[in-house]
Each structure stands twice: as structure tokens, then as C-alpha cells.
């Protein structure tokens, strides 16, 4: 990783050539001097180089802590990736990115006090408001397990009061969340619209296995409100099957009261029973083959 370390010597040695070529490019008889454009040239590059070691651990950070959380279930080492991306951080604002990452890693883990502290600590003025929304949103989640209405209703207004400053192609994405929250705040009062915003926000299928347990462990506690013992274990009892160490499955594990069979929740990937004719073994084995130097090939490059 390019941390701070590495990142101030790069950068001091950067500024020390620059200086060093404009003073002596300066002193040196014109027909002796460099083109000027060059050192412009060298600069960018020195910029560019500079800047792609900055952004690039952290896009990929970003891409790995997704799969990670939404899709592995990995909640644990979401948390300590984004850790050492935040102790070891090159800049101050890059950071504090990963101090936003790594409170929603906390609430991942259902250390839920421990994600608002996070949230508490990161320095807002150096990042983009579409942060702060998520560290408020997430505050809210936190202060919701908790249930911590004051800090809830606080992180809630918060948002409100910064949707005004967020660039209009994101107002659907602040809105989400404001909808979300809202029917979240007002479940004792309004029980149906909860679980139509529930449903109309998690029941799609888009592939990622967090999206079905939030949806059934938000439901839960419709049925849970209800009065619904029986619909409630149900979806806790699918949290619990498929969660793993996600909080909604910690949190699930608390509530459950066992009226039905967790194994009998549990997502089996679907085998296709087709009946495999003679003549296709030859071509299916013709593909491995051609696939495995595919992948020779692609690792080849890499290693160049």
C-alpha cells in the first residue's frame, strides 16, 4: 500500500527535482536551457503517477469491500481491511474515506456503538456531502439497533438539513434513504407504509444475498409489530440460515423463538438436471481446454 510514509517521500523527492530543474533550467545560458514544456511535461506526469496511487488502491478498496460485505458475507474482513486502509491512509482526506467505510464495517459487525463513535470522529469538511449523508444514514441504522431515539432523531435531521447542498442528480439517492429512515422512525404509527417502503426498497432480486436478509429482517419486525410470532420466524429464521457473521443474523439469532426449522431456510443454489448427451463430452472438454490457456495467458500478462 502507498501510505503516508511512502507518500511524503514521493512527494518530497518530487518537489526537491522540480525545484532543483526550474532553478538550475533558470541560471543556464538560454541556448543551454531545457525546453520549458518538458519540465510541464515532467511535473504532469510526476502529478498523474502521484494522484493514480492515491485513487487506485482506494477504487479497488472500494470494489472488494462491496463484494465482501454484499456478497461473501465477509464482515470481518471488511472491517480489517478497511482499518489498515484507514491507519495507513497517504492523505488525511483519503483517510477519513476510510474511516467512513470503516464505521459501516462496524455496523456490518453489529457493533453498533462502536460504528457512531467512527462516525463521530471523521472530519466532515474533508469530504463530499454524499458522505455525509452515509455517515448520518448509517448513524441512524446504528442508533436504531440501539434504540437510541435521541441520536437517531439528531443523525435523521442532519440529513435533512444537508440534502440541500447534495448536486441534483443525487437527490434520488439521499431520497432512499430519507424514505427508508422515515418509515423506519414512524413504524408504531404508521405499520403498512414500513412495510411498503420495506418492500418496494429490498424485495428485488439484484443478485446480492445482503439485500434479501435486510429485507427479511426489516420484515420481521412488521410481523413483530403484527403481533405475527409465527410470519416473524420465518424471516428470522432465513437471516439466521444465510446471514453468517452479518449483524442482521446477530441480530436475528437474539430474537428467534424457534417455531420453525432454520436448515429448512437455507438457499441452495440451483443444479439444472440435464441429461448430458455422449457426443457433447467431447465438446465441453474441448472448452475446459481452451478456457484453462485463456486463463494461462491472462495470468502471463499480468505477471508482465
Request: one cysteine or more.
Amino acid at each position: 500500500m502507498f501510505n503516508r510514509k511512502k507518500y511524503i517521500i514521493f512527494l518530497i523527492v518530487f518537489l526537491v527535482i522540480m525545484i532543483t530543474a526550474i532553478v538550475v533550467n533558470s541560471i543556464l545560458p538560454v541556448e543551454s536551457r531545457i525546453d520549458w514544456l518538458w519540465i510541464i511535461l515532467i511535473g504532469s506526469a510526476g502529478y498523474i503517477y502521484l494522484k493514480y496511487r492515491v485513487s487506485g488502491p482506494l477504487q479497488l478498496f472500494a470494489s472488494k469491500f462491496t463484494m465482501l460485505v454484499d456478497y461473501d458475507i465477509n464482515v470481518a474482513e471488511a472491517e480489517r481491511i478497511a482499518y489498515e486502509g484507514m491507519v495507513n491512509a497517504p492523505t488525511k482526506n483519503v483517510g477519513e474515506l476510510y474511516r467512513v467505510y470503516y464505521g459501516m464495517s462496524q455496523y456490518y459487525s453489529g457493533k453498533y456503538e462502536d460504528a457512531i463513535k467512527t462516525f463521530n470522529t471523521v472530519e466532515l469538511k474533508r469530504l463530499n456531502v454524499l458522505y455525509h449523508i452515509l455517515i448520518f444514514a448509517f448513524t441512524c441504522y446504528s442508533a436504531f439497533e440501539l434504540g437510541d431515539e435521541e441520536t437517531f432523531n439528531i443523525a435523521f435531521d442532519r440529513i435533512k438539513n444537508s440534502k440541500s447542498r447534495v448536486p441534483g442528480k443525487y437527490t434520488n439517492f439521499v431520497a432512499s434513504y430519507e424514505e427508508i429512515l422515515e418509515a423506519i422512525k414512524n413504524i408504531d404509527t404508521s405499520l403498512d407504509n414500513y412495510k411498503d417502503v420495506i418492500e418496494r426498497h429490498f424485495s428485488r432480486n439484484d443478485g446480492y444475498i445482503t439485500t434479501k436478509l435486510i429485507y427479511n429482517y426489516r420484515l420481521a419486525l412488521y410481523f413483530e409489530k403484527l403481533g405475527d410470532d409465527l410470519e416473524r420466524d420465518k424471516c428470522l429464521a432465513f437471516v439466521i440460515a444465510n446471514g453468517k457473521e452479518h449483524h442482521t443474523a446477530l441480530g436475528a439469532i437474539k430474537k428467534f423463538k424457534g417455531l420453525v426449522k432454520v436448515e429448512d431456510y437455507i438457499i441452495k443454489e440451483e443444479i439444472p438436471n440435464e441429461e448430458i448427451k455422449p457426443e457433447e463430452v467431447e465438446q465441453i472438454e474441448t472448452v475446459e481446454t481452451v478456457n484453462e490457456s485463456d486463463n494461462q495467458d491472462i495470468d502471463d500478462n499480468n505477471e508482465e
